[in-house]
């Protein structure tokens, strides 16, 4: 197993639509460029957008940022017919030319930064398909920065990354969870079924691997897993992933016990679940490992810094329902507000999530809350919505 992470300075994104400026930001101060401020980098990735309309940070606009706020590199914008191609090319920027990649996930709701790769060998060119991917580290810049931090501008060692709803710079996805739910391809327009990433200049792999290989699901999937088996699953999968070779993921699991798994349904895929699974020390989580519920893949995972609340996944009923009741509820399209009584509303046992503009991470899943005929959304850091809504193109 080989593992290159480059280790990029993590930064949250300032507003939840600058997305593509914060990877801006992390990519140019990996180019020896200093911390340029989101608002202006925001303004070049949307200005320079000369494609197509309708987007906040387009891969064309990014792309010419990356090449005109400095010197020495050139970016390329690979829009490729397959996943393989494109997540083969991040792979090689890494290798070969030291800098992170820029990727559109989500379809084309987000981008995120990719600072490392594993694999079962080194590729030896950009055309290079003999080797297998095992999985990306990232930097997620979702959550925004909140409201009354320090940030911005943004410095070495801010409050970027330091947990909760500061973000986390470890990060870890495992490949088969980056096909299935981070790198789709863009969802219509120019760009439409295309899986795109900003990376160095290279020609892409012109054919595929000869053979892929597919693991087998450790379960058939007729029955969810319970909590017990996820605990298991989740360290197991961990140790399968050789994550503790790396000093981070080692440090953050190292003498910690199992907390109590959370189950998270996905909203926009029928039959989807997970588990996030919180590795316990001193009374707080210092790590995040994903199981897939009904499958026991492990899926992805987060080494959490050495701060205080970094552990988001604690809202209790009776803490929902003092949220719930806090204030009147503004509902969409002029329905006016809605006053919750005590005691009434039904609130979902277990999480869910989708990417939204609401969260655009695994890791901050929504209890559902039933009133009525309403539907409302309790973010795991406590923020009430009356609504899930579609996130933008490139937020």
């Not at 080989?2 to 990996?30: F, S």
């Not at 070049?44 to 090449?67: I, K, Q, R, V």
């Not at 020390?281 to 810094?305: E, H, K, T």
Request: a negative charge; glycine letters at 10%.
């Amino acid at each position: 197993m080989v593992t290159e992470d480059l280790g990029t300075e993590y930064h949250q994104q300032d507003t939840n639509y600058y997305c593509g400026a914060a990877c801006a930001q992390m990519i140019l101060q990996e180019c020896g460029m200093g911390h340029i401020d989101q608002s202006s980098l925001y303004t070049d990735n949307h200005d320079h957008s000369t494609a197509e309309a309708g987007w906040y940070t387009a891969p064309d606009g990014l792309a010419w940022t990356l090449n005109h706020r400095q010197s020495g590199r050139y970016f390329v914008l690979d829009a490729l017919a397959t996943e393989d191609t494109t997540s083969r090319m991040i792979a090689w920027t890494i290798h070969h030319y030291r800098v992170a990649p820029a990727a559109l996930v989500f379809g084309s709701a987000h981008w995120i930064t990719i600072r490392g790769y594993q694999a079962n060998g080194m590729p030896s060119s950009s055309m290079d398909v003999g080797y297998s991917l095992q999985g990306f580290f990232v930097n997620n810049p979702w959550p925004p920065v909140p409201s009354g931090a320090a940030e911005p501008p943004h410095s070495t060692g801010d409050g970027c990354g330091s947990g909760g709803t500061r973000g986390v710079a470890d990060e870890y996805i495992s490949y088969s969870t980056w096909q299935a739910d981070y790198m789709t391809g863009a969802s219509g327009g120019l760009w439409g079924g295309k899986y795109v990433a900003i990376c160095d200049p290279e020609p892409p792999p012109d054919r595929n691997p000869e053979r892929v290989e597919r693991q087998l699901p450790k379960f058939d999937g007729r029955e969810l897993l319970d909590s017990r088996a996820a605990v298991e699953l989740s360290r197991r999968g961990f140790e399968e992933a050789g994550l503790y070779e790396e000093d981070a993921w080692r440090h953050a699991l190292e003498g910690t016990e199992p907390g109590e798994p959370q189950l998270v349904q996905r909203l926009d895929r029928a039959d989807q679940f997970y588990w996030i699974v919180p590795q316990m020390r001193n009374g707080r989580a210092s790590a995040v490992l994903n199981v897939d519920a009904r499958f026991g893949d492990f899926r992805q995972g987060r080494a959490l810094p050495d701060s205080e609340n970094t552990a988001l996944l604690t809202l209790t009923r009776e803490e929902v329902d003092e949220r719930l009741h806090r204030k009147m509820h503004k509902l969409s399209k002029g329905r006016g507000g809605l006053t919750l009584r005590p005691g009434i509303a039904c609130i979902s046992r277990h999480w869910v999530w989708r990417p939204c503009a609401q969260s655009l991470s695994p890791y901050y899943p929504f209890k559902m809350v039933s009133y009525g005929d309403h539907r409302l959304y309790v973010r795991s850091d406590g923020r009430v919505f009356t609504a899930l809504t579609p996130a933008g193109r490139g937020i």
